[in-house]
């Protein structure tokens, strides 16, 4: 089994930051690409940004320059620090990771998503 649990969510104004955690945790092998997700009411999920086992990071366009993804692979954490949040970044976040837990076996991992929220 491998569990995805985030942490770090909340209300926070207009312009204030936020740093979402994401730890895997189970039998694990390798963990290849970690990422965050965000889904607002009524829209579908997105993609906020990614991070390979390398470190080579992608971002969506929204977020570009605001948000920074980072991952630590010796506590198989990712993280995500959000500054300048803006009340369109309001959603529920969810973690992703593609994790191979052996050589042969290779799965798609979502943790239970955190809400934020950014309101005045």
């Known amino acids: 089994q491998v569990q995805l649990v985030e942490s770090g969510g909340g209300l926070v104004q207009p312009g204030g930051s936020l740093r979402l955690s994401c730890a895997a945790s189970?039998?694990?092998?390798?963990?290849?690409?970690m990422g965050w997700y965000r889904q607002a009411p009524g829209k579908q999920r997105e993609l906020v940004a990614t991070?390979?086992?390398?470190?080579?990071?992608n971002y969506a366009d929204s977020v570009e320059g605001r948000f920074t993804i980072s991952r630590d692979n010796a506590r198989n954490t990712v993280y995500l620090q959000m500054n300048s949040l803006k009340p369109e970044d309001t959603a529920a976040y969810y973690c992703?990771?593609?994790?191979?837990?052996?050589?042969?076996?290779?799965?798609?991992?979502w943790g239970q998503g955190t809400q934020v929220t950014v309101s005045s």
């Open positions: 991070i390979t086992g390398g470190g080579s990071t």
């Open positions: 189970g039998s694990i092998f390798r963990i290849n690409v």
């Open positions: 992703n990771a593609d994790i191979s837990k052996s050589s042969r076996a290779r799965g798609n991992y």
